[in-house]
Structure formats: C-alpha cells, structure tokens
C-alpha cells in the first residue's frame, strides 16, 4: 500500500506497508495532514540540536530527516501557533534522545548516572531557567523546553505539566529498574506503567497551548473529553510497540506489550503480534464511539455566552487533534528510520546514536 504522498522524509518515497503492520482503518478513516509551518519547523528542530549539542553535525545530517521526528508532531497539532508547534517539535526530538539516554546507560551499566540525570530532571521542571546552562546537554535541552512552554499558559497549567512530567520521570527510573533487573512486567502492569513512559498525558496537556486556551478541570476531567484523549494515546503507544517489536527484541528490552503478552500470557510471537493488532483496531472502533460523544460535549458548552462558545470551540479543536494523532503516529512509524531494525548492522545498536554517550556524559 502507497503512504501519503506528502511525506515528512527529506525526498518523496512510496512507503510500503508490510502486511503485519497494515491498519486499513487508518489509512481509509484517517486522513494525513501537515502542519503548514513544517518545512521551517524541520530546519529550526536541526538547527536547535545542533545548538544544544544533542547531536553532532554529522548525526544530524546523517540521521535528522529520516528519523522523520518534527513529523510526527506536524501531523498531530495541526493548527497550532507557530512558536507553539516549534517548541513542541524541539522537545520531541530531545524525548527521543532522553529514551536513548535511558537505554544507553542500561547497556553500559550507568545506574549512578541516570540517577543523576533523573534528579537534575526533577528540578528542571521546579526552576528551569536554572538549568539553562547545565554542562549535560540533555539536562540543558530539557530546561530550555520547560521554559519555553511554560511561558504558553498560566501558572496552574505550568504546575499541572511540572507534576505530570515528574511521573514520566519516575515511570522511566522504574523502567531502568525492570531492565536492569531483566523484570518483565506483566500485561497489565505494563499498560499503567506504559500510560506514563508514554507521557500520555503530557502531550494531552499540550493540546491546550495549541488551542491557545487552557481547559477548566469541569472539562478536561469529564469522561467526554478524557476517553477520546486516552484512547488516542493508548493507540499511539501500542502501535509504537508493535513496530518496535523486533527492534526491541533485538535489544533485551524488557518493555513492549508484545514481550508482556508471550512471557506471561504464553502467546507465542505470532499470537502476539495478532493480539496486539486486534487490540489497535478495538481502541480505533472505541476512539470514533468517543470522539462523537465528546463533540456533543462541546455543544453543550457552548451556552449562549462568549465565554461558552470559546470553551466549545477550544474543545472542539482539542478533539480535531487527537483525531490527528492516529494517522500522525501510524505514517510516522512507517517511515521513520528509527525502527528500520533489519536494514541495520547490528540489531541491537541503533545507528541513529552514539552507542557509549547517546549524546550525553
């Protein structure tokens, strides 16, 4: 099957999509969009991690446009402002890298290390202007990030995403644990922990600084709107497993729905595999459900007032974009040099990073 033709690779390729990977539902149901700013987004996401030092030049030129990362968010908050949509693509890239990070240093045995980074996250995320400077370059890319997006929003929004953000910081250490300790957790405790590796609700907190409004907690907490965000997150990370399954295996990870369901539920690899497909398309079928109830939910809002046809119009936009997220992270993973594992050397050392310092100390 063809992809979309405007693809976020730096020339125009047919993508074709192996039958193992094919969800029709999304390539019929879904149509792809880009952000209009992505040409110049994909420039300015280079040129930051080249001043960041989060990659050297020659990664970067090497690497950047198949990784296809400013992409991915191009084709998730379509709509945004343009300092918005920068600064969400900037901090995307660094969440690649900071994954790397992790896996790097459980290969090269860093449990001091990423300690370290993970408590110098913490208060990042307290006083980011304070960490500007800071000799690790992930440490620093992360700062400039927070900073960047807490000056979106208000204080109470800032203080949501701090604490949000704290939680992905812990899900990633008891990740490092389970790896370290060759811990494989169980389906179930792999989908709350996966919730928040996933940041689920961090990129659900950035639909509000693209829409330009944050959300009083009477709306962002009502099944309505809350189902539809999940839902297109749970899609997001499942399919990321399912294309990284090998890539995974490869590597002794630990972490994937599809290892979870063959070390506990005694599937074998191609039972796996289907069972996790069949779990994409249920979530795809329980996502258009949702997605109607919350439209209603918008309507409802808008009360006559100005002040409820902006809320409705702002939940209505949210909606749009989590809509978005589907064919975004589905195109996004097929063209993306980052789980092209068979095409490596070897399997198990990505060529996109450096193997000892994944960019950093």
Same mark, same amino acid.
């Given at each position: *099957? !063809?992809?979309? =033709?405007?693809?976020?690779?730096?020339?125009?390729?047919?993508?074709?999509?192996? !039958?193992?990977?094919?969800? =029709?539902?999304?390539?019929?149901?879904?149509?792809?969009?880009?952000?209009?700013?992505?040409?110049?987004?994909?420039?300015?996401? %280079? $040129?930051?991690?080249?001043?960041?030092?989060? *990659?050297?030049?020659?990664?970067?030129?090497?690497?950047?446009?198949?990784?296809?990362?400013?992409?991915?968010?191009?084709?998730?908050?379509?709509?945004?402002?343009?300092?918005?949509?920068?600064?969400?693509?900037?901090?995307? +890239?660094?969440?690649?890298?900071?994954?790397?990070?992790?896996?790097?240093?459980?290969?090269?045995?860093?449990?001091?290390?990423?300690?370290?980074?993970? #408590?110098?996250? @913490?208060?990042?995320?307290?006083? =980011?202007?304070? @960490?500007?400077?800071?000799?690790?370059?992930?440490?620093?890319?992360? +700062?400039?990030?927070?900073? %960047?997006?807490?000056?979106?929003?208000?204080?109470?929004?800032?203080?949501?995403?701090?604490?949000?953000?704290?939680? /992905?910081?812990?899900?990633?250490?008891?990740?490092?644990?389970?790896?370290?300790?060759?811990?494989?957790?169980?389906?179930?405790?792999?989908?709350?922990?996966? #919730?928040?590796?996933? +940041? @689920?609700?961090?990129?659900?907190?950035?639909?509000? +600084?693209?829409?330009? #409004?944050?959300?009083?907690?009477?709306?962002?907490?009502?099944?309505?709107? %809350?189902?539809?965000?999940?839902?297109?997150?749970?899609?997001?990370?499942?399919?990321?497993?399912?294309?990284?399954?090998?890539?995974?295996?490869? $590597?002794?990870?630990?972490?994937?729905?599809?290892?979870?369901? /063959?070390? @506990?539920? $005694?599937?074998?690899?191609?039972?796996?595999?289907?069972?996790?497909?069949?779990?994409?398309? &249920?979530?795809?079928?329980?996502?258009?459900?949702?997605?109607?109830?919350?439209?209603?939910?918008?309507?409802?809002?808008?009360?006559?007032?100005?002040?409820?046809?902006?809320?409705?119009?702002?939940?209505?936009?949210?909606?749009?974009? *989590?809509?978005?997220?589907?064919?975004?992270?589905?195109?996004?993973?097929?063209?993306?040099?980052?789980?092209?594992?068979?095409?490596? &050397?070897?399997?198990?050392?990505? =060529?996109?990073?450096?193997?000892?310092?994944? $960019?950093?100390?």
């Amino acid at each position: *099957m !063809p992809a979309f =033709p405007y693809s976020t690779t730096a020339t125009t390729t047919v993508v074709t999509v192996p !039958p193992s990977l094919a969800l =029709p539902v999304i390539e019929e149901g879904f149509p792809r969009q880009l952000h209009g700013y992505w040409p110049q987004l994909h420039e300015n996401t %280079r $040129g930051w991690l080249l001043e960041k030092r989060l *990659m050297s030049a020659d990664m970067v030129e090497e690497h950047a446009d198949s990784l296809c990362y400013t992409g991915l968010m191009a084709g998730y908050y379509i709509g945004a402002p343009d300092e918005v949509i920068q600064a969400i693509a900037d901090f995307a +890239a660094w969440f690649f890298l900071w994954d790397d990070r992790q896996d790097r240093d459980v290969v090269h045995g860093r449990p001091a290390a990423w300690e370290r980074l993970c #408590r110098t996250m @913490h208060a990042v995320l307290d006083s =980011p202007q304070d @960490h500007l400077h800071h000799e690790d370059p992930l440490v620093a890319g992360f +700062a400039d990030s927070v900073r %960047r997006f807490y000056s979106f929003l208000s204080a109470r929004w800032n203080a949501r995403f701090a604490r949000h953000f704290h939680a /992905v910081i812990d899900a990633y250490d008891r990740e490092f644990r389970n790896r370290t300790g060759n811990v494989v957790p169980t389906v179930e405790e792999y989908l709350a922990l996966r #919730r928040f590796t996933f +940041a @689920h609700w961090i990129w659900t907190d950035l639909l509000e +600084a693209c829409a330009g #409004r944050e959300l009083p907690d009477a709306v962002r907490k009502n099944p309505a709107y %809350r189902r539809p965000a999940l839902l297109s997150q749970e899609f997001a990370a499942w399919f990321n497993d399912l294309c990284s399954l090998s890539k995974e295996i490869a $590597g002794d990870e630990v972490h994937n729905l599809g290892i979870s369901l /063959v070390k @506990h539920d $005694g599937l074998s690899l191609e039972e796996a595999v289907a069972e996790m497909r069949g779990r994409l398309e &249920e979530c795809v079928s329980e996502f258009l459900v949702a997605e109607q109830e919350g439209l209603r939910f918008a309507d409802g809002l808008a009360d006559g007032t100005v002040q409820g046809k902006e809320l409705s119009a702002a939940v209505r936009t949210c909606l749009g974009t *989590m809509r978005n997220w589907f064919s975004s992270i589905y195109w996004f993973h097929l063209e993306s040099g980052r789980y092209t594992v068979d095409d490596w &050397e070897d399997p198990a050392t990505p =060529p996109y990073l450096d193997d000892e310092g994944a $960019g950093g100390k």
